[in-house]
Protein backbone atom coordinates (compact mmCIF):
# COMPACT_ATOMS: atom_id res chain seq x y z
CA UNK A 1 0.00 0.00 0.00
CA UNK A 2 2.63 2.30 1.16
CA UNK A 3 5.07 1.50 -1.94
CA UNK A 4 1.96 1.99 -4.09
CA UNK A 5 1.56 5.54 -2.67
CA UNK A 6 5.14 6.00 -3.14
CA UNK A 7 6.70 4.38 -5.56
CA UNK A 8 9.87 5.84 -5.40
CA UNK A 9 10.39 7.18 -1.88
CA UNK A 10 13.60 8.42 -2.27
CA UNK A 11 12.77 10.64 -5.65
CA UNK A 12 9.50 11.77 -3.66
CA UNK A 13 11.86 12.95 -0.73
CA UNK A 14 14.43 14.45 -3.90
CA UNK A 15 11.73 16.39 -5.43
CA UNK A 16 10.24 17.90 -2.13
CA UNK A 17 13.94 19.44 -1.54
CA UNK A 18 14.36 20.71 -5.17
CA UNK A 19 10.92 22.81 -5.15
CA UNK A 20 12.29 24.52 -1.57
CA UNK A 21 15.72 25.00 -2.71
CA UNK A 22 13.64 26.50 -6.03
CA UNK A 23 11.31 28.45 -4.21
CA UNK A 24 14.19 29.79 -2.24
CA UNK A 25 12.44 30.01 1.21
CA UNK A 26 11.02 27.47 3.84
CA UNK A 27 7.49 28.19 3.96
CA UNK A 28 4.77 26.18 5.20
CA UNK A 29 2.72 26.86 2.39
CA UNK A 30 5.52 25.96 -0.07
CA UNK A 31 6.37 22.65 1.95
CA UNK A 32 2.49 21.52 1.41
CA UNK A 33 3.40 22.20 -2.56
CA UNK A 34 6.41 20.58 -2.74
CA UNK A 35 4.60 17.68 -1.09
CA UNK A 36 1.62 17.19 -3.22
CA UNK A 37 4.28 17.15 -6.54
CA UNK A 38 6.53 14.60 -4.13
CA UNK A 39 3.74 12.35 -4.22
CA UNK A 40 1.93 12.93 -7.70
CA UNK A 41 5.20 12.79 -9.72
CA UNK A 42 6.19 9.40 -9.07
CA UNK A 43 3.06 8.05 -9.22
CA UNK A 44 2.12 9.71 -12.57
CA UNK A 45 5.95 8.31 -13.95
CA UNK A 46 6.22 5.08 -12.02
CA UNK A 47 5.27 3.50 -15.45
CA UNK A 48 8.37 4.25 -17.08
CA UNK A 49 10.43 3.16 -14.11
CA UNK A 50 9.48 0.12 -12.65
CA UNK A 51 12.56 -0.80 -11.29
CA UNK A 52 13.42 0.19 -7.57
CA UNK A 53 16.99 0.97 -7.73
CA UNK A 54 18.84 -0.30 -4.29
CA UNK A 55 20.72 2.70 -2.89
CA UNK A 56 23.11 1.87 0.13
CA UNK A 57 26.27 2.99 1.61
CA UNK A 58 25.75 6.56 2.09
CA UNK A 59 29.68 6.88 3.25
CA UNK A 60 30.87 5.59 0.28
CA UNK A 61 28.38 8.17 -1.75
CA UNK A 62 30.34 10.71 -0.08
CA UNK A 63 33.73 8.96 -0.55
CA UNK A 64 32.59 8.81 -4.47
CA UNK A 65 31.64 12.25 -4.62
CA UNK A 66 34.18 13.98 -3.36
CA UNK A 67 36.71 11.60 -5.94
CA UNK A 68 34.56 12.51 -8.56
CA UNK A 69 34.91 16.42 -7.73
CA UNK A 70 38.46 16.63 -7.65
CA UNK A 71 38.64 14.21 -10.78
CA UNK A 72 36.87 17.02 -12.33
CA UNK A 73 39.15 20.11 -11.29
CA UNK A 74 42.02 17.91 -12.09
CA UNK A 75 40.75 16.66 -15.85
CA UNK A 76 39.84 20.53 -16.39
CA UNK A 77 43.58 21.39 -15.85
CA UNK A 78 44.74 18.53 -17.82
CA UNK A 79 42.12 19.50 -21.20
CA UNK A 80 42.55 23.27 -21.12
CA UNK A 81 46.65 22.57 -20.94
CA UNK A 82 46.28 20.11 -24.03
CA UNK A 83 43.83 22.69 -25.28
CA UNK A 84 46.41 25.37 -24.95
CA UNK A 85 49.46 24.20 -25.35
CA UNK A 86 49.15 21.38 -28.05
CA UNK A 87 48.64 21.19 -31.93
CA UNK A 88 45.10 19.17 -32.10
CA UNK A 89 46.55 16.97 -35.09
CA UNK A 90 49.50 15.53 -32.00
CA UNK A 91 46.69 14.30 -29.82
CA UNK A 92 46.73 10.90 -28.91
CA UNK A 93 43.06 10.44 -29.51
CA UNK A 94 41.08 7.35 -29.89
CA UNK A 95 37.77 5.07 -29.13
CA UNK A 96 38.38 2.47 -26.09
CA UNK A 97 36.44 -0.41 -25.01
CA UNK A 98 35.37 -0.63 -21.61
CA UNK A 99 33.76 -3.88 -20.08
CA UNK A 100 31.58 -3.59 -17.30
CA UNK A 101 31.08 -5.38 -13.91
CA UNK A 102 27.61 -3.31 -13.05
CA UNK A 103 24.58 -4.86 -13.99
CA UNK A 104 21.91 -2.19 -13.00
CA UNK A 105 21.07 0.55 -15.41
CA UNK A 106 21.27 3.10 -12.49
CA UNK A 107 25.15 2.58 -11.93
CA UNK A 108 25.93 2.69 -15.41
CA UNK A 109 24.28 6.04 -16.38
CA UNK A 110 26.17 7.23 -13.52
CA UNK A 111 29.30 5.95 -14.57
CA UNK A 112 29.02 6.59 -18.17
CA UNK A 113 27.76 10.14 -16.51
CA UNK A 114 31.02 9.89 -14.36
CA UNK A 115 33.15 9.39 -17.56
CA UNK A 116 31.96 12.06 -19.63
CA UNK A 117 33.38 14.88 -16.38
CA UNK A 118 36.40 13.44 -16.04
CA UNK A 119 40.01 13.15 -17.33
CA UNK A 120 40.00 13.51 -20.97
CA UNK A 121 37.12 10.90 -21.93
CA UNK A 122 33.52 11.17 -23.12
CA UNK A 123 31.21 8.20 -22.85
CA UNK A 124 30.04 7.51 -26.79
CA UNK A 125 27.55 4.75 -26.59
CA UNK A 126 26.88 1.17 -25.07
CA UNK A 127 26.90 -1.88 -26.80
CA UNK A 128 23.57 -3.42 -27.50
CA UNK A 129 23.20 -5.83 -24.38
CA UNK A 130 24.45 -3.18 -21.57
CA UNK A 131 27.54 -4.92 -20.70
CA UNK A 132 30.07 -2.37 -22.47
CA UNK A 133 30.49 1.07 -22.81
CA UNK A 134 32.48 2.87 -25.57
CA UNK A 135 34.48 5.70 -24.31
CA UNK A 136 36.63 8.31 -26.37
CA UNK A 137 39.77 9.90 -24.68
CA UNK A 138 41.16 12.56 -25.30
CA UNK A 139 44.69 11.75 -24.73
CA UNK A 140 45.87 8.25 -24.24
CA UNK A 141 48.96 6.45 -23.62
CA UNK A 142 47.30 3.21 -23.62
CA UNK A 143 43.68 1.36 -22.96
CA UNK A 144 44.37 -1.01 -20.48
CA UNK A 145 45.67 2.16 -18.37
CA UNK A 146 42.49 4.19 -18.66
CA UNK A 147 40.15 1.07 -18.61
CA UNK A 148 42.04 0.00 -15.18
CA UNK A 149 42.03 3.73 -13.83
CA UNK A 150 38.31 4.27 -14.68
CA UNK A 151 37.68 0.60 -12.95
CA UNK A 152 39.49 1.66 -9.93
CA UNK A 153 38.97 5.01 -9.31
CA UNK A 154 34.63 4.60 -10.21
CA UNK A 155 33.23 1.45 -11.16
CA UNK A 156 34.34 -0.24 -7.89
CA UNK A 157 32.65 2.57 -5.56
CA UNK A 158 29.77 2.60 -7.80
CA UNK A 159 29.22 -1.39 -7.35
CA UNK A 160 29.35 -1.06 -3.29
CA UNK A 161 26.55 1.95 -3.91
CA UNK A 162 24.20 0.29 -6.49
CA UNK A 163 24.52 -3.46 -6.11
CA UNK B 1 32.50 43.71 2.09
CA UNK B 2 35.98 42.81 3.57
CA UNK B 3 39.11 42.64 1.35
CA UNK B 4 39.64 39.28 1.35
CA UNK B 5 36.05 38.39 0.39
CA UNK B 6 36.30 40.70 -2.15
CA UNK B 7 39.19 39.08 -3.48
CA UNK B 8 37.90 35.27 -2.96
CA UNK B 9 34.65 36.06 -5.23
CA UNK B 10 36.80 38.33 -7.92
CA UNK B 11 39.81 35.03 -7.95
CA UNK B 12 36.15 32.70 -8.57
CA UNK B 13 35.22 34.86 -11.52
CA UNK B 14 38.35 34.82 -13.26
CA UNK B 15 38.75 31.30 -13.06
CA UNK B 16 35.36 30.89 -14.03
CA UNK B 17 36.04 33.11 -17.08
CA UNK B 18 39.28 31.81 -18.07
CA UNK B 19 37.68 27.95 -17.75
CA UNK B 20 34.92 28.87 -19.60
CA UNK B 21 36.74 30.57 -22.28
CA UNK B 22 39.65 28.08 -23.12
CA UNK B 23 36.71 25.66 -23.08
CA UNK B 24 35.09 27.64 -26.31
CA UNK B 25 38.34 27.42 -27.53
CA UNK B 26 39.04 23.98 -27.42
CA UNK B 27 35.52 23.82 -29.82
CA UNK B 28 36.71 25.93 -32.09
CA UNK B 29 40.73 24.88 -32.17
CA UNK B 30 40.41 21.02 -32.35
CA UNK B 31 40.19 19.03 -35.46
CA UNK B 32 37.57 16.74 -35.23
CA UNK B 33 33.91 15.96 -33.85
CA UNK B 34 35.10 13.86 -31.55
CA UNK B 35 38.26 16.06 -29.68
CA UNK B 36 35.77 18.92 -30.01
CA UNK B 37 33.37 17.53 -27.36
CA UNK B 38 35.96 17.05 -24.90
CA UNK B 39 36.38 21.16 -24.69
CA UNK B 40 32.75 21.86 -23.74
CA UNK B 41 31.86 18.68 -21.99
CA UNK B 42 34.48 19.51 -19.36
CA UNK B 43 36.06 23.31 -18.89
CA UNK B 44 32.46 24.38 -18.56
CA UNK B 45 31.72 22.77 -15.92
CA UNK B 46 34.73 24.06 -13.66
CA UNK B 47 34.00 27.50 -15.24
CA UNK B 48 30.58 27.17 -14.49
CA UNK B 49 31.05 26.00 -10.75
CA UNK B 50 33.36 28.57 -10.16
CA UNK B 51 30.98 31.22 -10.93
CA UNK B 52 28.51 30.04 -9.11
CA UNK B 53 30.97 29.37 -6.28
CA UNK B 54 31.46 33.16 -6.90
CA UNK B 55 28.07 34.32 -7.03
CA UNK B 56 27.39 32.30 -3.71
CA UNK B 57 29.66 33.57 -1.79
CA UNK B 58 28.92 37.21 -3.24
CA UNK B 59 25.26 36.60 -1.18
CA UNK B 60 26.57 35.19 1.71
CA UNK B 61 28.96 38.32 2.46
CA UNK B 62 27.92 40.98 0.71
CA UNK B 63 23.80 40.27 0.66
CA UNK B 64 21.61 39.92 3.26
CA UNK B 65 20.42 36.37 2.47
CA UNK B 66 22.13 32.68 1.52
CA UNK B 67 20.91 31.75 -1.89
CA UNK B 68 20.44 28.28 -2.74
CA UNK B 69 19.99 28.46 -6.40
CA UNK B 70 23.39 28.37 -7.58
CA UNK B 71 23.14 24.40 -6.02
CA UNK B 72 20.60 23.70 -8.21
CA UNK B 73 22.22 25.01 -11.36
CA UNK B 74 25.49 22.80 -10.57
CA UNK B 75 22.93 19.77 -10.10
CA UNK B 76 21.09 20.36 -13.12
CA UNK B 77 24.54 21.23 -15.26
CA UNK B 78 25.90 17.73 -13.65
CA UNK B 79 22.29 15.83 -15.05
CA UNK B 80 22.04 17.49 -18.50
CA UNK B 81 25.74 18.08 -19.54
CA UNK B 82 27.19 14.76 -19.91
CA UNK B 83 23.55 13.35 -21.71
CA UNK B 84 23.91 16.45 -24.13
CA UNK B 85 27.53 14.90 -24.79
CA UNK B 86 26.47 11.34 -24.97
CA UNK B 87 23.86 12.34 -27.47
CA UNK B 88 25.91 14.35 -29.79
CA UNK B 89 28.52 11.03 -29.82
CA UNK B 90 25.71 9.10 -30.79
CA UNK B 91 24.48 11.46 -33.89
CA UNK B 92 27.96 11.44 -34.65
CA UNK B 93 28.51 7.81 -34.65
CA UNK B 94 25.56 7.17 -36.62
CA UNK B 95 26.40 10.15 -39.40
CA UNK B 96 30.27 9.12 -39.43
CA UNK B 97 31.41 6.89 -41.46
CA UNK B 98 35.19 6.88 -41.10
CA UNK B 99 34.77 6.91 -37.18
CA UNK B 100 31.49 4.25 -37.40
CA UNK B 101 34.09 1.47 -38.80
CA UNK B 102 36.77 2.64 -36.66
CA UNK B 103 35.28 1.88 -33.41
CA UNK B 104 36.66 -0.93 -31.47
CA UNK B 105 35.07 -4.22 -30.79
CA UNK B 106 32.19 -4.72 -27.85
CA UNK B 107 33.70 -7.58 -26.73
CA UNK B 108 30.06 -9.55 -26.84
CA UNK B 109 28.21 -11.03 -29.05
CA UNK B 110 26.02 -7.92 -29.73
CA UNK B 111 27.35 -4.77 -31.25
CA UNK B 112 27.36 -1.27 -29.96
CA UNK B 113 23.83 0.04 -28.94
CA UNK B 114 23.37 3.22 -31.99
CA UNK B 115 24.47 0.86 -35.11
CA UNK B 116 23.04 -2.14 -33.78
CA UNK B 117 19.38 -0.91 -33.56
CA UNK B 118 19.51 -0.09 -36.94
CA UNK B 119 18.93 -3.37 -37.71
Known amino acids: MLLRLFPHPLLSVWIVAVWVLLANEVTFGQLVLGLILGVLIPLATSAYWPGRPRVGAPLMMIEFMLVVLWDIVVSNIQVASLILFRRGDSLQSRFITLPLDLRSPEAITVLAGTITMTPGTVSADVSADGRALLVHCLETDGAEATVAQIKQRYERRLKRIFE | MHWIG ?54 AIAGDHISFHELLITIFLFLTAPVTAHMLAKAHILRSQADRSSLPPTDRPSGWATLDSEK
Open chain 2, 6 to 59: EAAVTALILIGAFFLLVGSFGLAKLPDMMRRLHGPSKSTTLGIGSLLIASMAYF
